[in-house]
């Protein structure tokens, strides 16, 4: 197996740096989460969202079948590091500085081609019988083979790395101020103990357009005193600048194949529109697309059209319904009576955690009986009385 990869390691990339729990499993079935505890990386348990009315809920991460109740902040200058090295450790050749341009026409016979160009400017040619792009949602290489649109940006999101952030270090925080709609701001707490919080926004492009706003303008909004987050960032000072990267939440949009060429993580369109999480969804595509060439290596390629039937089923309905909650949940009455109700409900706000974490499929908010327990007079009752805003 050869990687062809456009930069050198350790790099950066714009990121919020949650690794929830689908992508604590997968990193746990790789045989890294040791690494991650050996380096020192601490396990975070809870989730916190404020909602528009101003009223926080705070919930425990449950453990689920096959994921754990913690999750970790690891900034991707290490994480993807630490891939690259596993994948070193197993055999490929990655060849790094060298950026893939596109595929050569596979002709009766001969083998698949990627032109890959290096930084004096001089090009080779890379044989394979299967080519998988995972040059995420900025890449050259797939635009030069998807359909025009498919990797159109929808969302673009933006982070900075910050000391002296206050009372955050035990959860995961996500805020949905009115003027962040229909987007969100997180602060994730410093991975490591004295390590920097990861404080950004992500927002739909089109809202951004509306509104004739950068992206730098709602996140100094975010950093102001208006915002429910000013009270953990009062004393906070960014140390990295901050910086902004594009997203493509449209799972229909994406293409997981063309020909003997799979797309996996953001390169075939694969981030929660919910949550916005991808990294757990870059790995699970990255197996299922090693599982599915294993298999055409044995039974002939037509069998890599599975790859996509397989995608499909692992993600298509909790895609579509996460798209359809967060166009609710954009509505400010909307998310702001639903965290009053969890507010008051440890299950119910567990349960939602396991949504908002992708642990629980978003359909399950479909079955009558959670209707029946959310629509029981007390607990409405107890919704429609206001009680006073969250600090911070
Ligand atoms: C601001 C922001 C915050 C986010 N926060 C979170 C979060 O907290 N948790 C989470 O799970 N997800 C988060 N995401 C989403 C997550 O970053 C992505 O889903 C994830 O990185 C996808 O991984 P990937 O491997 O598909 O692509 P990438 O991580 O983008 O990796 C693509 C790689 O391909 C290389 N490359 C690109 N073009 C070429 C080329 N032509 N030739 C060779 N190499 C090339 C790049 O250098 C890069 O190394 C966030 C995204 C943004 C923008």
Sequence with gaps: MVVLERATFPRSKVCGDGVAPRAVRALHDMGLEQ??????????RAFRVVGSWGEAVKAGIRRRNCTP???????????????????????????????????????????????????????????????VAAD??????????????ALTPNVIALRAYMAGVEEVDDALHFFLDKPLLPGYGWIFPGGRRG????????????????????????????????????????????IDPPQAFPLQLRYVRGRRRVGPILTVGDAANLINPLSGEGIAYALESGRIAADAIMH??????????SYERRIDKAFAVDYLEGYALRRILSVPWVNGGVVRLLSRDERLAMGAMGILT?????????????????LAPSRLRATLHRVRPARG
Excluded: C
């Design 35 to 44: 690494e991650l505890e050996q380096a020192g990386y601490r396990r975070i």
């Design 69 to 131: 109740d913690y999750a970790y902040v690891v900034p991707r200058s290490h994480l993807d590091d630490m891939l690259v090295a596993a994948v070193r450790r197993r055999g490929a050749r990655v060849i790094e500085g060298v950026r893939a341009q596109g595929a050569l026409t596979q002709t009766r016979g001969s083998r698949l081609g990627v032109t890959a160009l290096k930084a004096d400017g001089s090009t080779f040619v890379v044989k394979a019988r299967v080519v």
């Design 136 to 149: 995420g949602s900025r890449g050259s290489f797939s635009r030069s083979f998807l359909p025009r649109g």
């Design 195 to 238: 390590a920097p919080a990861n404080v950004g926004v992500g927002m739909p492009v089109p809202a951004l357009r509306r509104r004739n706003m950068g992206l730098r303008d709602v996140f100094s909004w975010f950093l102001g005193p208006e915002s429910v987050a000013a009270a953990h960032l009062a004393r906070a000072r960014i």
């Design 296 to 305: 055409a290596f044995v039974s002939g390629p037509r069998v890599l059209s």
């Design 358 to 374: 992708n642990t629980i499929p978003p359909g399950r908010l479909l079955q009558p009986s959670l209707w029946t327990a959310i």
